[in-house]
Every structure is written in C-alpha cells, then in structure tokens.
C-alpha cells in the first residue's frame, strides 16, 4: 500500500514552504517505513530550494538528516525490525556494483547516486522527497543505526555535517598527533573541531574575526587563529597536516595553503564552484594539495554514528518546530544559529490545513 503523508515543500523558488500532502511509494521487499522524528536543517536544503545549483524540481521537501522510528520492515529486510531508532542521511540509494560502490563510496556513484530529495528514484522513476515530512520508505542498505544513548535530535545533524567532516578526518588518517585546522565555525566547522579532537588531533579554529575563542575551546580547538591578521598567519606557517574549510560561499583560500605543513592537505567541503586567482606555487614547491569531499559513504556513516556513541558526540542545535522553517531559512542565511536548527517533526501533527 502507499503512505498518504504530510510534509513542507517548497513549490518555487522564492515562494514559502508550506503543508504538502503525497503519497510515499509502496514498500519494496527491501525496504524499511520510518516515521520520521526529527529532520536537521543543512545549508544545502536553503541552497536546493532556492534553486542555487540551478537543478531543483518542485514540489520538493527538503530534509536529508532525519532520525526515526521504524514502524514497517519488508520481508528482506534482515538488519531492522520495528522499534528501532534509525536515521537517514544524504543518500537513498546507488548502483551499489561500480568502483566507487565497490570502495564503499556510494556518495560517488559512477552510475549516479540518488539523493534523499530532488533525486529520482532509479526503480520507479519518481521524484524522492526527504526528511520535513512524516514518514520516509527507504531500501535497507542505506539505513543507519542509531547507537543507544546518542540525543536523538542532537544526532539529526550527524547525518550530514557529521559524516561531512568526518569523512575527510578518516580519509587523511588523523589520530592523535595530527595537527588540523577547521575553517569556519558554523553546521560543519563546529562538528569538524568535535570530531578532530575526539580523534586525538591538535585542533585550530580559523577564524575571521575574534569573538569565537570561548565557544571554539568549549567545542574542542586547542587554539584560534584570526585570518585576517597576518602575523597570526604567519606564526602557523608550515603547520597543519590537515585543513578542512567548511565555508560555504567564495572566498580566497590562498592564505590557508602557505599554513599546511609539507605534504599537507587542504580539503574542501563547504564551497562549490570556481576559485578565483588561485597560486598554485604553494602547492608545488612543497608537494601541498587542495582537494574536495562529499558526505560520506553508508558504511562509514555508521562509523562515524558508532564513533560518536562511544565519543557521547553530538551536534549543538536548536529545536524549532516545522511552522518556523522560513524563519530558520532567514536566520541561516545570517549565520543566526548555534549550529544547527533541528525540526521536531512532532510538530507536524499540528498542523492545520489552510
């Protein structure tokens, strides 16, 4: 059978979201029904329904860091039952038989991944919509569990800013010793400096305006670098095995690049698009290297979920329920949110229709 749900879409680019009723797909052999509890709310949900990134579908229901409850299991279904606390983040599904699938890179999909919301759906050919809605149907392989214990709301946003950071932390093989700067302290960077010190690193805020130092120590950094001063700049000169700039629009990167130590990283996940004037001498004479990641793969998702049950991580939020969604945009867009606003879509129940 289907599931009639109600859910908040955007059905234009500048309109406002508003109550949406549709129907969730019948439930395949494989698949797991899951109502949803709470639903983060990530940059990219502004970005989509804004038509940013020029690819958006209406109507769309954003939503791609949701944590639930799983009411229904179909037959195959061998790793949940119901009663279970899951979550689902940035991906529903991919080819699962490529090269990158095969390295448990799912985000990178050589056949194309789908996505949570304004993805389509490669068995049936509909439209998915995500987590701002009351119940979401999603194949088994790209469930996650919840470790007990773990604030279920606070967890939300693990299912996108976490895994973000994380991934990148595990790619470049931090551990105790390393030496990491965050850039940006915001949905990603305030995870980013969590996860790095639980990971045993020395932490470093970068940082364009002084201000932040109290909440980047109570987060995790062990010191703040303000990089707009450059002697500040030039004291960590050849310092930083790693850099993760989670800055989420243009901005000049070629002041962090002379800080990576030789042979270090400088890892782009908040900002995509073109440089503008980028030098690459820095890189070359000192083997240094800008690169990018996306998300995560499922299997190291749920390391990363494990890692933050057994760290007692989870991300700063403020819980708002689903009527205040426009004004939670507006107030992204200022940076007004300590980190992350999380919809307790227990709200939507009270919802009147107009």
Known sequence: MTYPVRAYAAHSPTGR??????????????????????????????????????????PMVPGHEIIGRVIEVGPRVTRFKAGDHVGVGC???????????GKGWEQYCENGATYTYNGTDPVDGSRTQGGYSEKVVVKQEFVLKVPDGLDL??????????ITTFSPLRHWKVSAGSKV?????GGLGHMGLKLAKAMGA???LFSRSPGKELDARRLGADHIVISTDAAQ?????????????TVPYLHDVNPYVPTLATGGTMVMVGYLGPLEDFNTGPLVFARRALAGSLIGGIAE?????????????????????IQDINEAYERLLKADVKYRFVIDMASLKEEVPA
Not at 28 to 45: A, F, K, M, N, Q
Not at 181 to 185: D, F, H, K, N
Not at 233 to 242: E, N, P, Y
Request: aromatic share 6%.
């Open 181 to 185: 700067a965050i850039v940006g302290l």
């Open 202 to 204: 020395e932490v470093t």
């Open 301 to 321: 998702t749920q390391e990363m979920l494990d890692f933050c049950g057994q760290h007692g991580i989870t991300s700063d939020i403020e819980v708002i329920n």
């Open 17 to 58: 979201l508003g109550l949406f009723n549709f129907d969730r797909r019948s439930p395949r052999e494989d698949d797991v029904v899951i109502e949803v509890l709470y639903c983060g709310v990530c940059h990219s949900d502004l970005h989509n329904v804004r038509n940013d990134w020029g690819n958006a579908n209406y």
């Open 233 to 245: 700049m030039a004291a960590v000169a050849g310092h930083f095995d790693l850099i993760i700039d």
């Open 153 to 162: 709301a606070g967890a939300a946003p693990l299912l996108c800013a976490g």
């Open 91 to 101: 991906l529903v599904d991919s080819c699962l038989h490529c090269g990158a699938c």
